[in-house]
């Protein structure tokens, strides 16, 4: 059974920074790009960004380019988003998804940017 | 920016055929999947490229697409398909970037 299970959300401030997790399990990480999406509250889904499966190439959204950085360790079937400069519009529950089309989701984490 | 645009909302009453439609300029070049998201849960994937169907999801979903326009067809809605169903594509720009539609709320009653 595929499993993918988020950690590290919680409150920020506003310029603050804060480090996502997702660990999966039931199936061979390294052979599937990886990806995050977002929903803002009350709000629809927003991709942020993806990573081939070495970790070779890693794109995102417009909003978060420069300020957030997708990463993984397949080692550790661990996927990563490393934010930087959160602002407000940041927050959002933040999913983990499997491969770049997402055909398997994470629970989500809850990330709130406020001061 | 690349957009792809959804109805806000679908309404049908249980057993009748309901239609939410997704259309964007790249989608005669890249393919289109749909999510469902009931409230509280996170999204659940029911149609990829265009109009295969992930074997746990029920026959009643299928997908089509022509020119610029994806659809998913619910055929014999019932009231458990009631929850908000979202398009995604990704831009034929070479920026490697996707987007998800506004999302419909598929209402049924």
């Known amino acids: 059974e595929v499993q993918l299970v988020e950690s590290g959300g919680g409150l920020v401030q506003p310029g603050g920074s804060l480090r996502l997790s997702c660990v999966a399990s039931?199936?061979?990480?390294?052979?599937?790009?990886m990806s995050w999406v977002r929903q803002a509250p009350g709000k629809g889904l927003e991709w942020v960004a993806n990573?081939?499966?070495?970790?070779?190439?890693?794109y995102y959204e417009d909003s978060v380019k420069g300020r957030f950085t997708i990463s993984r360790d397949n080692a550790k079937d661990s996927l990563f988003l490393q934010m930087n400069s959160l602002r407000v519009e940041d927050t959002a529950v933040y999913y983990c998804?499997?491969?770049?089309?997402?055909?398997?989701w994470g629970q989500g984490v809850l990330v709130t940017v406020s001061s | 920016s690349y957009e792809l645009t959804q109805p806000p909302s679908v309404s049908v009453s249980p057993g009748q055929t309901a239609g939410i439609t997704c259309s964007g300029d790249a989608l005669p070049k890249k393919y289109a999947y749909w999510y469902r998201q009931k409230s509280g849960q996170a999204p659940e994937l029911v149609i990829y490229?265009?109009?295969r169907r992930p074997s746990e999801i029920p026959e009643r979903f299928s997908g089509s697409s022509s020119g610029t326009m994806a659809t998913l067809t619910i055929n014999g809605a019932q009231v458990e398909d009631e929850a908000d169903y979202y398009c995604?594509?990704?831009?034929?720009?070479?920026?490697?970037?996707?987007?998800f539609g506004g999302g419909t709320k598929l209402a049924v009653l």
């Open positions: 039931g199936f061979t990480f390294s052979s599937y790009w």
């Open positions: 490229e265009d109009t």
């Open positions: 995604f594509s990704a831009d034929s720009s070479g920026d490697h970037r996707w987007v």
């Open positions: 998804a499997r491969d770049y089309f997402a055909d398997y």
């Open positions: 990573i081939k499966r070495d970790g070779s190439e890693k």
